[in-house]
Structure formats: structure tokens, C-alpha cells
């Protein structure tokens, strides 16, 4: 029997970055443009890591 694979939609979340208060659409828009690594940023959103790149992010719908 085979199995149905679903596939979720993934969510974009807005990131900014803290030391330059520039804000992005995403994950990818900072990267593409900083040239610092996805996952450092990730890590860094999700609390995980200090800096990516030297920079401080957070997704920008989290309130601190």
C-alpha cells in the first residue's frame, strides 16, 4: 500500500535585523542580500545562536 505524501505550505515569516533595523520579507530576501548563511539566521531567530554575520535578527511578528 502506498502512501499519500502532503506537502505544507511554507510559511514566510518577516525578519528584522536589530542592529540596522532593516526589516525583510523573509528568511531568503536577508540572505540574498547580506550574503550570511540561511541557517545562521534561522538559529538566530529562533533563539539559538547570539549573531549570524555579526548581526543580531528576529522575526518581526515577535514582540520583545
Known sequence: RKE???F???IRRSVI???TNEKFESITV???KLNINQSS????????????????????????
Open 17 to 19: 535585523c536589530l542592529d
Open 30 to 32: 536577508a540572505v540574498k
Open 4 to 6: 499519500k505524501f502532503t
Open 41 to 64: 539566521i534561522s538559529y538566530v531567530c529562533a533563539g539559538k545562536r547570539k549573531t549570524a554575520g555579526g548581526l543580531r535578527f528576529a522575526f518581526a511578528d515577535v514582540k520583545s
Open 8 to 10: 505544507q505550505k511554507k
